[in-house]
C-alpha cells in the first residue's frame, strides 16, 4: 500500500467567480478565517484537482462530490441537522496516472439561509470530495466550506422608535431613533431628550446587543453578546437638554436578524440604554432593532 501523505493535502478544491473575477470572501466571525461568498441564487461550481505524486497512481471506485447544507449545534456536537444535500458523481471506477482536474457544477442548489457561526450553533454550506478507495488503502476526503448570503429588498414599511423610561418625580426621558430596520452598513441616528432631572447622571452609555436563542425546550440556550459599547454623554444632563445618538453599523461584524431558521435558531439584537448616577446605579432601557442585508459582499479591491 502506498503512502500518499494526507488526503486533504492531495485534494484543491477552487470555486469559481460569476463574472471570472475574483470570489468575495467574508470571515462569518471575529476568530474566523474569510470564506468565499455565493449569493443564494447563485451557482457553485468550481475545480477540482487530485494530486498524484510521481511515479505513483491511485486506483479508486469512484469519486464524487456533495454540495452540503447544514446546522450543528456545538452542544450535541457529532449530530447534524442536513437541511441542503446534492451530489455529483466526478469520475467512474479507475485509476488517476496523473495529477487531474474536475469541473462541478451545482446549478439548483437551494441556499435558502444565512451562514452562521455563533455562540452555541452554527449554519454552514461546504462540499465535500470523496475518492472511494479500498478497505486498505481508506477513503480520500476533503471538505471545503463556502458562505452563503441572501439580500432583502427594503422594508416597506419602516417607522422611527419612540420610548419613554423615568423614576416618577425623579428622572424622565424620551429617546428617539429614526427607524426600527436597519441594514448592516447603516448609521443608527438618535436623540435622548431630558425631560425631568432630579438624580445626578453621571453619564450615559449605548450598547449593542445580540442574542442568540439556539435549540428547543428544555435544550434551548440562550447567549447575549454585547457587540460594542460606547460612551454617548460624560456629566450630569439639566432639564431640556438633548443628547445625539450616531452609531456606524459598519464598524461592526453582524449579521441580519435571524427568525426561527430550520427551526433551530434565532438571532436578535437590541440596542440598550443605560444611564449611572454618581451612586453607581444603572436605568437602562432596552429596544429590539432588525438589521437586515441589502447589498452582497464585494471582492476586495486590494
Do not use: W
Not at 461568498?37 to 471506485?61: A, D, W
Not at 438618535?190 to 449605548?206: A, D
Amino acid at each position: 500500500m502506498f503512502n500518499f501523505g494526507k488526503a486533504n493535502e492531495r485534494i484543491v478544491i477552487n470555486f469559481d467567480s460569476s463574472d471570472g473575477g475574483a470570489r468575495p470572501q467574508r470571515a462569518l466571525s471575529t476568530n474566523s478565517a474569510p470564506l468565499p461568498v455565493f449569493q443564494s441564487g447563485e451557482i457553485v461550481r468550481g475545480q477540482v484537482e487530485i494530486r498524484v505524486p510521481p511515479g505513483k497512481k491511485i486506483e479508486h471506485m469512484g469519486i464524487k462530490i456533495e454540495l452540503i447544507g447544514q446546522v450543528e449545534m456545538f452542544y450535541d456536537r457529532g449530530n447534524f441537522h442536513d437541511f441542503t444535500s446534492l451530489v455529483r458523481e466526478l469520475s467512474p471506477p479507475g485509476a488517476l496516472l496523473r495529477d487531474e482536474s474536475f469541473a462541478f457544477d451545482f446549478g439548483n442548489v437551494d441556499k435558502p439561509y444565512e451562514s452562521y457561526n455563533g455562540l452555541n450553533v452554527r449554519l454552514r454550506y461546504f462540499v465535500r470530495v470523496t475518492v472511494t478507495r479500498s478497505y486498505t488503502a481508506g477513503n480520500m476526503i476533503k471538505e471545503q466550506d463556502f458562505a452563503t448570503e441572501i439580500v432583502q429588498g427594503l422594508p416597506e414599511v419602516n417607522n422611527s422608535i419612540k420610548m419613554e423610561v423615568g423614576i416618577e418625580e425623579c428622572l424622565h426621558i424620551e429617546f428617539e431613533y429614526d427607524k426600527m430596520k436597519y441594514e448592516l452598513s447603516d448609521i443608527i441616528i438618535g436623540k435622548v431628550y431630558f425631560l425631568l432631572v432630579r438624580i445626578k447622571i453621571k453619564h450615559m452609555e449605548l450598547a449593542v446587543i445580540r442574542r442568540e436563542a439556539a435549540g428547543t425546550g428544555p435544550q434551548q440556550y440562550n447567549e447575549s453578546e454585547t457587540i460594542t459599547k460606547f460612551e454617548v454623554m460624560d456629566g450630569a444632563p439639566v432639564r431640556g437638554e438633548c443628547i445625539p445618538v450616531r452609531l456606524f453599523l459598519s464598524n461592526y461584524n453582524l449579521t441580519p436578524t435571524y427568525r426561527n431558521i430550520a427551526n433551530k435558531f434565532s438571532v436578535k439584537y437590541y440596542l440598550n440604554l443605560v444611564l449611572v448616577d454618581q451612586e453607581e446605579r444603572r436605568y437602562f432601557k432596552q429596544q429590539e432593532i432588525t438589521l437586515y442585508r441589502a447589498r452582497p459582499t464585494l471582492p476586495s479591491s486590494s
